[in-house]
């Protein structure tokens, strides 16, 4: 079984749309995360949610609205996409409480392309 | 704030020689350091961790020591091998803080 499946694992999209991001983990961890990674590989943390409470909110535009509707789940949805959101969105896990974790469990990425 | 600096890549490498890959950070208080790796197409896995000075973290043949004095977490291996062709990412958790930086990543591609 997956620890941490994340759909899709493609998307292309045009700007201006709306799209939303599914995550879930089956490791029983309190603290969900969403990462963005560019195309020159740099690693960035957007949100973190621990038992569906709002954590980490890095600057990121509110036209990106994360939503936990328990604490296995973590989903991302974007309005009015941009072609500067184009990138691999990693949805990750930890075990640990408010502090989060220190061993993430990662998502295999979904690649996200704006047209 | 947290900041991690690892080498930049791609790096290439033949099989069998020798790995390092650098990675220094900036941050307050006493932090955790980690590297994770990415393989291709996969999620990122932890790697090896330390959580204090003077700590070696190890696995998979994978080495990294927990240098205070001069903040730096650089990750080796003796002798890489095909399979080890990946991203590898370097990161710190501070003291306190909630969340892990990281590195930007460095490709590391083995040749037979």
């Known amino acids: 079984d997956t620890a941490v499946s994340q759909t899709p694992k493609y998307l292309v999209t045009q700007m201006g749309n709306d799209k939303s991001i599914k995550c879930e983990q089956n490791?029983?961890?309190?603290?969900m995360y969403w990462y963005k990674q560019d195309s020159k590989k740099f690693l960035k943390i957007m949100f973190s949610y621990n038992n569906k409470e709002l954590i980490i909110n890095e600057t990121v535009p509110n036209r990106f609205s994360p939503k936990s509707p328990d604490k296995a789940h973590l989903n991302l949805h974007i309005n009015s996409l941009e072609l500067g959101d184009s990138a691999v969105y990693f949805c990750a896990s930890s075990q640990g409480g408010r502090g989060g974790g220190e061993k993430l469990f990662f998502g295999s990425g979904t690649q996200l392309s704006v047209l | 704030g947290d900041s991690v600096t690892q080498m930049e890549g791609p790096v290439t490498l033949s099989e069998e020689a020798f790995l390092t890959i650098n990675c220094t950070y900036t941050?307050?208080?006493?932090?955790?350091l980690f590297w994770y790796v990415q393989y291709p197409g996969e999620g990122l896995q932890l790697l090896l961790k330390?959580?204090?000075?003077?700590d070696k973290g190890s696995n998979k043949g994978f080495e990294a020591t927990y240098r205070k004095e001069t903040t730096s977490f650089h990750l080796e291996k003796g002798s890489v091998q095909v399979s080890d062709s990946a991203v590898y990412f370097c990161?710190?958790?501070?003291?306190?803080?909630?969340?892990?930086?990281f590195g930007t990543g460095t490709r590391l591609t083995i040749i037979p």
């Open positions: 990161a710190l958790r501070g003291g306190g803080n909630e969340k892990l930086t």
């Open positions: 330390a959580t204090k000075a003077d």
């Open positions: 941050a307050t208080g006493y932090p955790s």
């Open positions: 490791l029983g961890h309190d603290t």
